[in-house]
């Protein structure tokens, strides 16, 4: 499996040999170092440890930089592989850019989605809203009924879809296609949205 850590640059377009336009991602991934190989013999289970991006050494507890092996990383992430002891294809200090992609390659990208604070109904769930007619005044983005009553005992039922936090999950999309790979400038184009904001931390990965 092949995996990297990158942040979302901003979204653009390219043009193949064809001719053809292609909407894509552009993020800014890599290279990461390998801080730690988990084994099923002493972690109980098999993953790699990377570790991602600079940060000022004042900044860090003496335990957090025991962990990052000095390396002084903005992010620590783990990626589950297939059996790291018997077959050890990373191990520690190992540094992992975009060599590894090339183009045609579909990969599944993670992120955090961007936050919208405390939304309405309306936009949070896509509801309908009020009627638009005479005399409605303060009713466009308003619930209506939420149930209640005697069928729940007076109270809100779990999961009832209401206004709230909006955002900031994470969020998966699979089957992306990588469009362009510059290992040089640590650059790589992936077709398609991918989550986030700009400057948000993805994870790329690709069986």
Same mark, same amino acid.
């Given at each position: 499996m092949k995996f990297i850590l990158g942040t979302k640059i901003n979204m653009t377009q390219?043009?193949?040999?064809? !001719?053809?336009?292609? @909407?894509?991602?552009?993020?800014?991934? !890599? @290279?990461?170092?390998?801080?730690a190989v988990k084994t099923v013999a002493t972690d109980g289970y098999d993953?790699?440890?990377?570790?991602?991006?600079?940060?000022a050494e004042k900044n860090l507890t003496r335990a957090v930089r025991g962990q990052m092996k000095g390396g002084n990383y903005i992010y620590l992430k $783990?990626?589950?592989? $297939?059996?790291?002891?018997?077959?050890?294809?990373? #191990?520690?200090?190992?540094? &992992?850019?975009?060599?590894?992609? #090339?183009?045609?390659?579909?990969?599944t990208v993670s992120g955090t989605s961007k936050g919208k604070g405390f939304q309405g109904v309306v936009k949070r769930h896509g509801f309908k809203g009020? /009627?638009?007619?005479?005399?409605? #005044?303060?009713?466009?983005?308003? /619930?209506?009924? &939420?149930g209640g009553g005697g069928r729940d005992g007076g109270r809100v039922a779990k999961g009832k879809r209401m206004a709230g936090r909006m955002g900031g999950n994470r &969020?998966?999309?699979? !089957?992306?296609?990588?469009?362009?790979?510059? @290992?040089?400038?640590?650059?790589i184009f &992936?077709?398609?949205?991918? @989550? !986030?904001?700009r400057g948000t931390l993805v994870e790329v990965k690709s069986l």
């Open positions: 390219i043009f193949d040999d064809k !001719g053809l336009v292609h @909407p894509v991602t552009l993020l800014k991934a !890599g @290279p990461v170092v390998v801080t993953a790699v440890q990377v570790g991602f991006g600079k940060r $783990e990626f589950r592989v $297939e059996n790291t002891q018997g077959n050890p294809v990373y #191990k520690e200090g190992d540094v &992992i850019d975009l060599s590894n992609f #090339k183009v045609g390659d579909v990969v009020g /009627p638009r007619s005479h005399g409605q #005044k303060h009713s466009e983005h308003e /619930p209506g009924s &939420i &969020i998966t999309s699979k !089957g992306l296609t990588v469009v362009s790979v510059k @290992p040089e400038t640590n650059e &992936i077709r398609g949205a991918v @989550p !986030g904001r």
